[in-house]
């Protein structure tokens, strides 16, 4: 049980970890808009799912982390498109640089 | 042996989220321009999260759960704000 909570664990530190790799890699802004996403997203998801299955594994039903599951679900969207918005906005009164 | 494997798997997904820190913080110091800043420091908010929540785990201790939440709401808040000075020149109109 607790292996396997682990090899969740891992999984999503992975995805993490190729999102801030293209992050540093990518060309344009609009192109490193997307990697980071792989990490907030299906990251966040498995590293909680398997603190979740850990914890429970260890003592008795410990659901909590679902709340940063919604909270991260709920803010992610709200901060890129503001994000966006306002590079989109940046780069077309002041190009290039 | 499988408490051994679960350390080591454990261990490496901390190395893991340590680099994907490192290669945010060399973006934000690198980005060329404001809005790559900002997006660089949202991916350092949410990598720093999920170590401190691997953090729990391998010390099987549940208090660091109130930690990353609190360092996702920074994050969100921060981003949000510095997101909304570079819209609009105010954050609060």
Redesign the interface.
């Given at each position: 049980m607790?292996?396997v909570?682990?090899?969740l664990?891992?999984a999503?530190?992975?995805l993490?970890?190729l999102?801030?790799?293209g992050?540093?890699r990518m060309k344009t802004?609009f192109e490193?808009?997307h990697p980071?996403t792989m990490?907030?997203t299906l990251?966040?998801a498995l590293?909680?799912a398997?603190?979740m299955l850990?914890?429970t594994a260890?003592e008795r039903l410990?659901l909590?982390?679902i709340?940063?599951g919604v909270?991260?679900t709920l803010?992610t969207p709200?901060?890129y498109i503001?994000?966006g918005?306002?590079?989109l906005?940046?780069e077309q009164n002041d190009p290039g640089? | 042996m499988s408490a051994d494997f679960v350390l080591l798997t454990l261990a490496a997904a901390q190395l893991l989220l340590a680099l994907a820190m490192a290669f945010a913080f060399c973006r934000l110091l690198r980005g060329p321009r404001a809005h790559d800043r900002v997006l660089a420091l949202d991916t350092l908010y949410v990598n720093a999260m999920l170590l401190i929540l691997s953090f729990g785990i391998v010390w099987a201790s549940r208090d660091f759960f109130e930690v990353a939440l609190v360092i996702g709401a920074f994050g969100f808040v921060s981003t949000a704000a510095a997101a909304k000075f570079l819209l609009r020149g105010e954050v609060i109109e």
């Open positions: 607790t292996t909570a682990a090899l664990v891992l999503g530190a992975l993490a970890f999102g801030s790799l992050l540093l802004f490193r808009v980071p990490g907030t990251g966040t590293v909680l398997g603190s850990y914890f260890l410990v909590h982390e709340l940063i909270f991260m803010t709200v901060t503001l994000l918005r306002a590079a906005r940046r640089a | -």
